[in-house]
């Protein structure tokens, strides 16, 4: 299995339970790892042969920066969804991880983070 990697995306959005969350807006952080085949774009060196990082990013940009979930866990599972919807056959599984650096939890942390795999993921 090879693997293709997003790291440390950065983010606008509006996403959380309390109101100040959906009004105010936060900063959001993504990982996305991506099982793939891209044995055959090592040896042609064509995009067609691969998955465009770019359309991946994009995903995640539309999703984070977009309607406002309560939940970074209905976050993360959008942008799997889509990731697999919008590549089926050539990205087998993805790793999803959605990190709030700033949430308003009173005490000291570094940030909260949501992580899941969906697919083939080994």
Same mark, same amino acid.
């Given at each position: 299995? /090879?693997?293709?990697?997003?790291? /440390?995306? =950065?983010?606008?959005?509006?996403?959380?339970? %309390?109101?100040?969350?959906?009004? !105010?807006?936060? #900063?959001? #952080?993504?990982?996305?790892?991506?099982?793939?085949?891209? *044995?055959?774009?090592?040896?042609? /060196?064509? %995009?067609?042969?691969?998955?465009? $990082?770019?359309?991946?990013?994009?995903?995640?940009?539309?999703?984070?920066?977009?309607?406002?979930? *309560? !939940?970074?866990?209905?976050?993360?599972?959008?942008?799997?969804?889509?990731? %697999?919807? =919008? $590549?089926?056959?050539?990205?087998?599984?993805?790793?999803?991880?959605?990190? *709030?650096? /700033?949430?308003?939890?009173?005490?000291?942390? *570094?940030?909260?983070?949501?992580?899941?795999? #969906?697919?083939?993921?080994?």
């Amino acid at each position: 299995m /090879d693997y293709i990697h997003l790291r /440390d995306m =950065q983010f606008f959005g509006y996403h959380g339970v %309390l109101p100040e969350e959906n009004v !105010l807006g936060q #900063r959001f #952080r993504a990982s996305v790892s991506l099982a793939v085949d891209i *044995k055959r774009a090592g040896e042609t /060196d064509n %995009l067609e042969d691969t998955v465009s $990082y770019v359309g991946v990013y994009y995903i995640c940009k539309e999703v984070i920066e977009g309607e406002p979930f *309560k !939940l970074i866990e209905a976050v993360a599972e959008t942008v799997a969804n889509r990731i %697999l919807s =919008q $590549y089926e056959g050539a990205v087998f599984g993805c790793r999803v991880e959605i990190i *709030k650096p /700033d949430p308003p939890i009173p005490g000291h942390y *570094k940030e909260v983070a949501v992580e899941i795999v #969906r697919g083939t993921f080994s």
